[in-house]
């Protein structure tokens, strides 16, 4: 194989990620932790954070901040899952690309 062909068959497989890491970055995550939600988008950026309320007590706040961290950690954990899913194809022996 010449190297003209391996640069088009890199510049392809170069775009083919690009689409799919675009696809994650739209793509919607929800982690949860007992009565509270989480959304994420694939960028991990916090899109929502919901509480249901009737379970809450006023003195459980301490609680509630433990139980939002784990529901995005877990809404986090997720989006990881799925980006090494999809672009792990691609990023094969070279960790920690994405």
Do not use: C, H, R, W
Not at 9 to 20: I, P, Y
């Amino acid at each position: 194989m010449n190297i003209q062909a391996m640069m088009k068959q890199a510049q392809k497989l170069q775009k083919e990620m690009m689409t799919e890491k675009e696809k994650i970055d739209k793509m919607e995550f929800e982690g949860k932790s007992s009565f509270v939600t989480v959304k994420v988008n694939g960028q991990k950026e916090v899109l929502s954070v919901k509480i249901e309320q009737e379970q809450l007590d006023k003195e459980d706040i301490e609680m509630l901040e433990d139980i939002i961290v784990v529901a995005i950690n877990d809404a986090m954990k997720k989006v990881d899952d799925t980006t090494e899913q999809k672009m792990g194809k691609y990023t094969q022996g070279m960790p920690g690309l994405f």
